[in-house]
């Protein structure tokens, strides 16, 4: 039963860890594309430098203080912040599913950020758009990996593990990113999304009644119970927004 639990709870983190890291890193690698495309790749490149650097000082520097927090507390914290995350993953992956807002595409990212670049003044040896642009791409979108793999690996105890699975997840991004450049559109990043969002919905569920000193039946293995009731929950709300959809089209 022991065994049971531990590795269902090892599975859920692992698997919410490497899809959030994957649909983040999706994110960031098209943006240092459309920037390396369009402006140049050295400037590009030492952007994507300096915003890993600067996460790792932030790692380094906050990462200690986290796990000096009474473990309730964190639950309860860590709780609530994944609810939040997974609230708002959800919304927008259930309303992309049901057609009432547009699915994500990572090719009109990319345009976009092309455009944008392109008219944003002459290429130069050391580009300080393409720089900043970078850095920021890669910042933003790799500092909410790190408060995922964070909060979830050291409320679990298992932040080495989660830290393994988003490493692993940023490295196939970046490979597949590599051999098929600007093709991300092929990701089905709105199904990553909702599951991921699921995942931790689930986690921020449990870790909100460990800090509430709620006593789970069965432990760990009550997530995977999480996961399926809310994945019957989300699916149900699509079926229901997509008949909705369907009705009103046909009146007009």
Do not use: C
Not at 117 to 142: W, Y
Not at 214 to 238: E, N, R, S
Not at 246 to 252: L, M, S
């Amino acid at each position: 039963m022991f065994a049971t639990s531990v590795s269902s709870g090892a599975l859920v983190l692992v698997v919410a860890v490497f899809l959030a890291s994957a649909v983040e890193m999706v994110e960031a690698l098209t943006i240092v594309l459309a920037v390396g495309h369009t402006r140049g790749w050295r400037s590009a490149l030492e952007g994507v430098g300096a915003g890993l650097a600067t996460l790792a000082v932030l790692v380094a520097a906050l990462g200690p203080a986290i796990v000096k927090v009474p473990i309730d507390v964190l639950h309860l914290v860590i709780g609530g912040i994944l609810l939040i995350f997974g609230m708002q993953w959800l919304r927008k992956a259930v309303l992309r599913s049901s057609g009432l807002k547009a699915m994500h595409d990572e090719d009109a990212i990319y345009q976009e950020t092309v455009n944008g670049l392109s008219i944003a003044g002459p290429r130069q040896q050391r580009d300080r758009i393409s720089f900043v642009v970078a850095f920021k791409g890669v910042f933003l979108e790799g500092l909410e990996v790190v408060i995922l793999v964070i909060t979830l690996g050291t409320s679990a105890h298992r932040l080495g593990l989660a830290s393994v699975a988003a490493l692993s997840a940023v490295v196939i991004v970046g490979i597949a990113g590599a051999v098929v450049a600007k093709q991300l559109s092929k990701v089905p990043e709105n199904a990553m999304k909702m599951s991921v969002g699921i995942l931790l919905v689930s986690y921020g569920t449990f870790w909100t009644g460990e800090g509430l000193k709620v006593k789970w039946p069965g432990a760990d293995a009550t997530l995977l119970g999480f996961v399926a009731l809310y994945a019957l929950a989300t699916w149900t709300l699509v079926l229901m927004m997509r008949r909705e959809v369907g009705d009103v089209t046909t009146v007009a």
